[in-house]
Each structure stands twice: as structure tokens, then as C-alpha cells.
């Protein structure tokens, strides 16, 4: 079937298709590397023609001013203890309440559609409110007031997630555990999370990924470094018409190096979490 | 409200002489039968789901609640008490030029970069989907924008688009002969297109892994019977994988619509909204409303976003929901 000129044009479509595919992955990549070069190079040589990738003079000096700005390093920490207090909260609201669903005879559906319906609404219809309540209770620029809303936000996320895993485990094994007289509660305790470990830390990876990255709610809420995110402290980093390129970048870094890591470990659960469990990869 | 009367329903025997007089809350919620372990059961996976159902309905429901009760009030920096407002918030805004150009900047933002990235992300996909080598080498790059958050990209890029020395410019200088590097930031359609620019660059990776699981989910038999048939790529495209991966397909385009049409932490941090007030998107302006002490414009602003967004495509996600649970019914 195959000729010699079939071959040759094979050939030549299969190289087109490669260096068409490395100039997108040039693409993405050009900006990263981009920035790690002027994290580390020093303030002169940021915007040079032609431009230095990597400056001979590059150092961390970028990396020990990042302490005396606005909130430093306490940001990362801000962020860090919000997004693990929020996943954590949301992931135990949102696994119990999956499974109820998932299990219930009647109207589980029903409920299961109105979590999943709270993703249309966009966010800053909500921050309005939130943020004018918040301000009632005092809570502007703390944890809490931060951690609320998120949980508010992640749980319906959890629910449709953890909904599709449960009902792909077999109800006959909790079934055989209720008959030897364990009630709901320790079936889904012994026997069925379990079955979730993988879907649980994909989904709690995710939450945790959405918070960290969150700037609109974090930017109603928090003031001081009390409470600043990473994400909000970030735009600090310009005063006025002056950019502290090279402490921005260096921050930059420090915020996506995590998520790039926690990244690579649940590519695996990428598909189902990005379409809410209903394309399952 | 019957749900939670049942769930209220205690156990046999709960207090002395619970079944001998009929107490008050037995006669509100009769109890049919001595709750046997079935009750129990539904009971126990009610109780489950109550507290999440609580936890959204408090901090979710609730505050939009409170939010459309705002958008009727008068709601200013030096006025103490919000006196009701009337539709005026809403006649405000809707009179406002800056929402007008706000909103159809959105319009026009989500009508170019959602039928871009569908098309750069599906052809990527269909390119690297039978080509296992590749795709082993270029998918865990192809993921990487999508994982940085929105605002760090943002000023990633704004370094990108710097005039004269930006990266990009360097590019253009050595494709375009002469001096070509452009102010990228300084006029308004420039910079609307670097918005477009980085939010492709973002988001196409997003629909590149979903339409890729959904053509490997395609089944093989289908195709090659197709090819034996003779089929050109294009009629086996059309007729047997494009049908295959349309519910797929629809789940991303809804999803790619909610979310760039929210887009705000790029226009935040490359464009200010500027020049003037050329690249403000909807929530940019809601949130600059809100910055400026005028909650209650601003939730009438955001409740007509809301509306614009949530009622086609709430109708788009019934209708599919219908036509799913059709057809489980049917297997």
C-alpha cells in the first residue's frame, strides 16, 4: 500500500507536525524560563536589547527582599494556612454529603443538581455580600473571614466529585458490611472511603490549587499581612509606575513552584477534575 | 422542610412513655411505622448531606440573598442607613457608558477566545491523540500554564508585553522587518489583544487534555470501519468522531464560556482596565464599583451579569441533564 512518495510525504508531515508542536511548547515554556532569569538577575539588566536570558551576575538578592515587603514570606504562610484549613473543612462537608447523595434512594439526584448548579453563579456576585457581611461580623482581614467563603465555594465542588467516585464502587460490599450489622456511618468509614483514597487526594489537591491561586475574594478581604494571600500580595509588588520586576518574579516563583509539583502527581486525575467528574479520562 | 422534620424522628423508645401519649411534635410529624433499619439508614444518609446543604445555603445562598436585598437599597460612603433605592442602582448602571463598553468588551473577549482555544485545543488534541510518542513528550508541557494561578500569569505576561524590550517584541522585531516593536499597553485595541492573548495561552492546555480523554475514549472500531470503508479524514471526522465526542465537547464549551467571561485577574494585572477605561471587563467594573464604596451598584451590576450568564446556559445544562437521565432510562 505504502509507496516511496507515500513515505516521503509521511515523513515530511510527521516533521512539519513536530516543529509545529515545539514552537507551542516553545510557547509555553519561554515565559516561564523567563522569569526565573529575572528573579535572579540584578535590576539593571532586566530589559536590555537584546535581551539576557540568564544575567553572569545573577544572585538571590531578589529572594531576601521578598522578607521586607508588605507581608514577606508571612503571605505564603497566610495562604498556605487558609487554603489547608478551607480544603480540609470543605473536603469533610463535601465527602460525607457525596455519599448520602450517591446512596440515597429518592431525590439524591435533585440535591446533586442544585450543588452542581452553584458552579454557574460567578464569584464576584458573591463577593459583594460576603464582603459586606464579613465586614458586619469584624472578621475583614482574618483566616476565618477568608476560610468561609472558600469552604461556601469548594464544597459543591467536593460533592459532584466524590458523588461520581462513590457510585463506581459496587453496592453489594456495603451491603454484605450492613447485613453484619454495621450502620451507615462505619460502612463509609471502614469500607468505602477507603475504595476513594486516590479521588479523595485528587479532589483535596485541587481545592487546594483553587484556593491558593483565588485573587478576587482574597482582594475583598484581606487588608494587612494578618491575613494578606500570596495571590493578593503579589500586585504589590508595583509602586505606582515603578515594577520591582525581580522581586515580583522571584515571588512568582515561590507561588507556582507547589502547584507545579502537586501538578505533576495528580495529572492522572487532570480530565475528571476540570469537567466536575462528567468527562472521567 | 419534611426532611428535616423526619430527621428529627428519634429512636424507639426515646423518652419514658414516648408511645403511650401522643406528644405534640408525634402529632406534627405522624411517624408511620416504628423506625426500622431502613429509616435508620436514610436517616443516618440525610444526616450526612444536611450539614453541606447548611454550609452552601448559609455562606452561598444567603449572601446572593442579601446581595439582591443591597442592590435595591441607596448604599453610599456618608450616608449611615441605606434607605431603599428602588430599581434606581439598576437604571444606573444600565445608563452607565462604561458598563455598556464593559460588557460588550466581554461579549466580544469571551466570542474570540472561547471558538479559538476550542479550535487550537481540539486540533492539538487530534494531532498528538494517535501519536503516542509525542504526546508522552509534549503533554506534561502542554498542562503547565493552566496549573500557574491566573494572577501570577498575568504579570508574567505583563513583563512579556513590555515596550520596547519585552520578549514579545523581540519576537516581533525579528519576524517584521524595520522597527516594528509595538506599544502594546498604550492603545486600546493593543492592549484588548494581549487580554486575548494570555488568556489562549492559558486556558487552550484546559480544553487540550479533556478533548484528548475524549477522543481516546472514541472507540477504535469505529473509525477503522470507517477508514475501511475509504473515508476521507474529514467525512470520518464529521460523521463518526464529532458526533462521539459532542457531549464532551458541550461540557467544555459551557465551562470555557462561565469562566472567561469571569475573567479579572489579568485585566487587573496587565491592564489596569486602561488605556482609560478601554479594557474594564464586567467584573473588573463591578469590582472597581464596589472599591469605590458603592456595594449597592455594584451587586445590582452583578445581579444583571448573573442573569446574563446563568439563564442561557442553566437552560443549555437542563437540557442535557434531561436528554442523560432519558437516556439511562433507557438502558
Not at chain 2, 519585552?166 to 492592549?191: H, K, Q
Not at chain 2, 458603592?294 to 451579569?305: C, S
Request: contains cysteine.
Amino acid at each position: 500500500m505504502v509507496t516511496g512518495g507515500g513515505r516521503t510525504r509521511k515523513l515530511v508531515r510527521d516533521a512539519g507536525i513536530f516543529l509545529v508542536l515545539s514552537a507551542l511548547a516553545a510557547a509555553v515554556i519561554i515565559p516561564m524560563v523567563w522569569i526565573v532569569g529575572v528573579a535572579l538577575k540584578p535590576p539593571g539588566e532586566y530589559f536590555d536589547i537584546p535581551p539576557v536570558w540568564f544575567s553572569s551576575d545573577s544572585n538571590l538578592q531578589h529572594f531576601r527582599n521578598i522578607s521586607g515587603f508588605n507581608a514577606g514570606y508571612r503571605a505564603l504562610l497566610n495562604s498556605f494556612i487558609v487554603a489547608i484549613c478551607a480544603t480540609s473543612a470543605s473536603m469533610v462537608l463535601g465527602t460525607a454529603a457525596a455519599y448520602g447523595l450517591a446512596r440515597l434512594r429518592r431525590r439524591g439526584d435533585v440535591w446533586s443538581i442544585w450543588f452542581l448548579s452553584q458552579r454557574i453563579l460567578p464569584p464576584v456576585a458573591l463577593v459583594i455580600p460576603v464582603f459586606l457581611l464579613i465586614r458586619e461580623i469584624g472578621w475583614i482581614d482574618t483566616y476565618q473571614g477568608l476560610i468561609l467563603p472558600y469552604i461556601a465555594i469548594n464544597t459543591p465542588f467536593v460533592v459532584w466529585m466524590m458523588r461520581g467516585y462513590f457510585l463506581e464502587i459496587p453496592t453489594a460490599i456495603e451491603e454484605s458490611a450492613m447485613t453484619d450489622g454495621c450502620g451507615r456511618w462505619s460502612v463509609l468509614f471502614r469500607v468505602v472511603l477507603p475504595l476513594v483514597v486516590p479521588g479523595l487526594l485528587a479532589t483535596g489537591v485541587f481545592v487546594w490549587i483553587y484556593i491558593w491561586s483565588e485573587f478576587l475574594i482574597g482582594l475583598f478581604i484581606t487588608q494587612t499581612s494578618a491575613s494578606i494571600t500570596a495571590a493578593v500580595q503579589l500586585p504589590s509588588f508595583t509602586i505606582a509606575n515603578d515594577v520591582l520586576w525581580g522581586e515580583m518574579s522571584a515571588f512568582s516563583l515561590l507561588m507556582a513552584t507547589p502547584v507545579l509539583i502537586l501538578g505533576l502527581f495528580i495529572q492522572r486525575y487532570f480530565v475528571r477534575g476540570l469537567t466536575l467528574g462528567a468527562v472521567k479520562g | 422542610m419534611r426532611l428535616i422534620g423526619k430527621s428529627h424522628s428519634g429512636p424507639v423508645g426515646a423518652g419514658p412513655g414516648g408511645t403511650a401519649t401522643v406528644s405534640l411534635r408525634r402529632r406534627l410529624w405522624p411517624r408511620r411505622r416504628e423506625p426500622g433499619v431502613e429509616q435508620r439508614d436514610t436517616r443516618d444518609l440525610r444526616l450526612m448531606f444536611l450539614p453541606a446543604v447548611l454550609v452552601v445555603l448559609g455562606f452561598g445562598i444567603f449572601p446572593l440573598i442579601y446581595a439582591l436585598w443591597v442592590s435595591f437599597h441607596l448604599w453610599e460612603p456618608f450616608i449611615p442607613d441605606h434607605p431603599g433605592n428602588g430599581v434606581k442602582n439598576y437604571t444606573e448602571v444600565l445608563n452607565d457608558p462604561i458598563f455598556r463598553s464593559a460588557a460588550a468588551r466581554t461579549a466580544i473577549f469571551v466570542a474570540i477566545v472561547v471558538p479559538a482555544q476550542m479550535v487550537i485545543g481540539l486540533g492539538l488534541a487530534l494531532v498528538v491523540e494517535s501519536r503516542m510518542r509525542l504526546q508522552r513528550l509534549f503533554f506534561p508541557i502542554y498542562l503547565l500554564p493552566m496549573l500557574i494561578a491566573p494572577i501570577v500569569v498575568g504579570y508574567m505576561w505583563l513583563q512579556m508585553f513590555q515596550f520596547p524590550a519585552g520578549i514579545v517584541n523581540e519576537i516581533v522585531s525579528f519576524l517584521v522587518p524595520g522597527d516594528a516593536r509595538v506599544n502594546w499597553l498604550g492603545s486600546a485595541e493593543t492592549a484588548f489583544i494581549t487580554l486575548i492573548i494570555v488568556e489562549i495561552w492559558q486556558w487552550t492546555p484546559f480544553v487540550f487534555v479533556i478533548m484528548l480523554a475524549g477522543l481516546t475514549a472514541v472507540p477504535v472500531q469505529l473509525r477503522e470501519a470507517a477508514a475501511v470503508d475509504g473515508a476521507r479524514w474529514w467525512v470520518t471526522f464529521r460523521t463518526v468522531i464529532l458526533p462521539a465526542i459532542t457531549p464532551v465537547l458541550t461540557v467544555v464549551v459551557i465551562l470555557r464560556l462561565l469562566e472567561s467571561a469571569n475573567f479579572f485577574p489579568t485585566v487587573f494585572s496587565i491592564t489596569q482596565g486602561g488605556p482609560g477605561t478601554s479594557t474594564y471587563s464586567m467584573v473588573f467594573y463591578i469590582t472597581k464599583l464596589a472599591q469605590f464604596g458603592r456595594p449597592g451598584v455594584a451587586a445590582a451590576t452583578a445581579f444583571i451579569f448573573l442573569l446574563a450568564l446563568a439563564i442561557p446556559i442553566g437552560f443549555v445544562l437542563m437540557g442535557i441533564l434531561k436528554r442523560q437521565t432519558a437516556e439511562k432510562k433507557r438502558i
